[in-house]
Each structure stands twice: as structure tokens, then as C-alpha cells.
């Protein structure tokens, strides 16, 4: 299920970047790193539901928030919002300061989603190992 939402966002909205023609999606890594995310002692997942139905998921390691996604048929509803909330409610609870994020350059909604939530480049980047290798921007927020 975590691994369905990812693919299924990241197809719809990286598709720019990523063309699936050249670039196939690289779904055993995808796959693999929800596992460590869902074994990992120190690591958390969230799930966003409508209607008992998983339309989005989240999460996070520490201060970091490490995969943000929702169901595109639910881009612009309220799933974002309220995973983002509950993401920072935790990140709060477990007594993070800050919290920090990597986001495409090039992925102008999420970058504007954060934005808008106040968080800020912190000038930082990296490049993303899955081809062509497009560059992620960091992003902290203070909590």
C-alpha cells in the first residue's frame, strides 16, 4: 500500500522529471525502502485514510521528514494538510526543534505546498541516485 500511493503520485507528478518512457520507475528500491521504513525502530510511518481507504502516507526519522505522499485523485482536498499536521504533531511530540525535508527542484507543487506551510530552502542539495539524476533542495522548518 505505501509503496502503491508513492509510485502512483510520483508518476502523476514527476513525470516531467522522470519520463517513463526513458526512465522506468524504479519500484524493488521504492519498495525496499518502505520496508526499512516500516522495520526501522527509530523510523515512522503515517497513513492518511478516507473512507477506510490509505490515500496517503508519510514518514518520518527523527528530525527528517523522508517521503510525502498522496493518492493524485486526491490532490487539493484536505489529505495533505492533515498528514502534514500530523507528521509535525509527531515530529513535535518526539521533541524535534526543526524538522527538514528534501523536495525536487523541479517539483514545483510539493515545493510550493511546503512554502505555503512556512517551511524554507536552507540551502542545501543533493543529487537524487535514481535517473537522470535531477537535483533535491532542502527545506527546514522550525517547530
Known amino acids: 500500500?505505501?509503496?502503491?500511493?508513492?509510485k502512483a503520485a510520483s508518476?502523476?507528478?514527476l513525470g516531467h522529471v522522470f519520463p517513463a518512457d526513458r526512465f522506468p520507475y524504479p519500484d524493488e528500491a521504492v519498495r525496499e525502502l518502505w520496508r526499512e521504513v516500516v522495520a526501522g525502530s527509530n523510523r515512522q510511518a503515517y497513513v492518511a485514510e478516507t473512507d477506510g481507504?490509505?490515500?496517503g502516507v508519510a514518514a518520518i526519522e527523527?528530525?527528517?521528514v523522508n517521503g510525502f505522499y498522496v493518492r493524485p485523485e486526491r490532490w487539493g482536498s484536505d489529505?495533505?494538510?492533515a498528514l502534514h499536521e500530523a507528521v509535525l504533531a509527531a515530529m513535535r511530540a518526539s521533541g524535534a526543534a526543526g524538522a527538514h525535508l528534501w523536495v525536487l527542484e523541479a517539483n514545483a507543487r510539493a515545493r510550493r505546498f511546503y512554502e505555503r506551510?512556512?517551511?524554507r530552502e536552507n540551502g542545501t542539495t543533493r543529487v537524487v541516485p535514481y535517473p537522470p539524476n535531477p537535483i533535491d533542495v532542502g527545506y527546514s522548518?522550525?517547530?
Do not use: K, N, T, Y
Open 79 to 81: 489529505v495533505a494538510p
Open 53 to 55: 481507504e490509505a490515500v
Open 117 to 119: 506551510r512556512g517551511w
Open 1 to 6: 500500500m505505501l509503496f502503491e500511493i508513492q
Open 62 to 64: 527523527g528530525d527528517w
Open 141 to 143: 522548518l522550525e517547530l
Open 11 to 13: 508518476l502523476a507528478g
